[in-house]
């Protein structure tokens, strides 16, 4: 590998949906002229599964290797030059192997379930844990929910509210390259509260507080919007619930972005949970 190039990095871990990542990796690094770098963590921490039973390190590699060598020949089958794929299998917990290796990537993508060695275990935790700890752009896809090339929606949704403008800049240079517009949304809690936290919010208050976030929207896109001037943008506003919005949303654009603060998994926020289990769509996460 160069290294002049954009370096894809994607974990492979055997699963479907691991496959699934791969495919969309390779999707970006051709249209994209990237680099691929698939990489395969051996977690050391489940060399000893369930009821005692120990698994011998050697086949828990044969595996992953057996993984990667099947995403590699997918690679080239479908155009990317062998010259620009890296793989790797390394001994060590997935999470902290991809974390580390992610900061010589410009994107990371995972599938949405995990599996490791030759077990499929902790379903989600690779990709639930990578959200606070990759150091670029993580995307989590599924192949269950997304099985078909994504793009023919040729839309992206970032979904603001907090979460300053670098998830709206890099959703705007990913529809520049793909050729797609960009959707500004921000979803108002049902009933937003007067000054009296318990009593509903009247109708005007409600309009008064749509204009403000609505001013908010636009003073913070009409420079990103004039540095973008190639890419259509709109922004909204629309009320509801964040999860079930963006999760109704996902069936109908190729692409979510949200802002994310990084924090530990363990409190990582309910509504992104709810996008990375059920989205109809792959997930992009931004750090903020």
Same mark, same amino acid.
């Given at each position: 590998?160069? $290294?002049?190039?954009?370096?894809i #990095?994607?974990? %492979?871990?055997?699963?479907?949906?691991? %496959?699934?990542?791969?495919?969309? $990796?390779?999707?970006?690094?051709?249209?994209?002229?990237?680099?691929?770098?698939?990489?395969?963590? =051996?977690?050391? $921490?489940?060399?000893?599964?369930?009821?005692?039973? =120990?698994?011998?390190?050697?086949? #828990?590699?044969?595996?992953?290797?057996?993984?990667?060598?099947q995403a590699v020949? /997918?690679? =080239?089958e479908?155009?990317?030059p062998?010259?620009?794929?890296?793989?790797?299998?390394?001994?060590?917990?997935?999470?902290?192997? !991809?974390?580390?290796?992610?900061?010589?990537?410009?994107i990371?993508?995972?599938?949405r379930?995990?599996?490791? $060695?030759?077990?499929?275990?902790?379903?989600?935790?690779?990709?639930?844990? !990578?959200?606070?700890?990759?150091?670029c752009?993580?995307?989590?896809?599924?192949?269950?929910?997304?099985?078909?090339?994504?793009?023919?929606?040729?839309k992206?949704?970032?979904?603001?509210?907090?979460?300053?403008? *670098?998830? #709206? *800049?890099?959703?705007?240079?990913?529809?520049?390259n793909?050729g797609?517009?960009?959707?500004?949304? @921000? =979803?108002?809690?049902?009933?937003?509260?007067?000054?009296?936290?318990? #009593?509903? +919010?009247?109708?005007?208050?409600?309009?008064?507080?749509? @204009?403000r976030?609505?001013?908010?929207?636009?003073?913070?896109v009409?420079? %990103? *919007?004039a540095?973008?001037?190639?890419?259509?943008?709109?922004?909204?506003?629309?009320?509801?619930?964040?999860?079930?919005e /963006?999760?109704?949303?996902?069936?109908?654009?190729? /692409?979510?972005?949200?802002?994310?603060?990084?924090r530990? +998994?363990?409190?990582?926020?309910?509504?992104?949970?709810?996008?990375?289990?059920?989205?109809?769509?792959?997930?992009? !996460?931004?750090? *903020?």
């Amino acid at each position: 590998m160069t $290294g002049s190039r954009p370096r894809i #990095l994607v974990g %492979i871990d055997g699963s479907d949906d691991g %496959i699934r990542a791969a495919r969309y $990796g390779i999707g970006r690094a051709i249209s994209q002229d990237s680099e691929l770098w698939f990489v395969n963590a =051996v977690d050391d $921490g489940v060399a000893t599964g369930g009821w005692g039973i =120990v698994y011998d390190p050697t086949l #828990l590699k044969e595996a992953g290797e057996a993984a990667i060598s099947q995403a590699v020949d /997918l690679a =080239v089958e479908l155009g990317v030059p062998a010259e620009r794929i890296r793989t790797d299998v390394v001994i060590g917990n997935p999470v902290a192997m !991809l974390s580390e290796f992610s900061n010589q990537a410009e994107i990371l993508i995972v599938g949405r379930r995990a599996a490791s $060695g030759l077990e499929r275990m902790f379903v989600g935790s690779t990709s639930t844990a !990578l959200v606070s700890t990759a150091q670029c752009p993580l995307v989590v896809i599924s192949a269950a929910s997304t099985p078909e090339p994504t793009g023919r929606f040729h839309k992206i949704t970032v979904a603001m509210g907090g979460s300053g403008d *670098r998830a #709206l *800049r890099w959703a705007c240079q990913e529809a520049r390259n793909r050729g797609s517009k960009v959707d500004v949304v @921000h =979803v108002i809690p049902y009933q937003p509260t007067s000054v009296v936290s318990f #009593l509903p +919010a009247t109708s005007a208050q409600e309009k008064q507080w749509e @204009h403000r976030v609505m001013a908010g929207l636009k003073q913070m896109v009409d420079p %990103i *919007r004039a540095e973008y001037a190639d890419v259509e943008i709109t922004i909204r506003s629309q009320r509801g619930v964040l999860a079930d919005e /963006l999760i109704g949303e996902s069936n109908q654009v190729d /692409l979510l972005v949200l802002g994310v603060k990084p924090r530990p +998994a363990m409190v990582l926020g309910g509504p992104v949970r709810a996008l990375l289990a059920h989205s109809s769509c792959p997930v992009a !996460l931004i750090a *903020r």
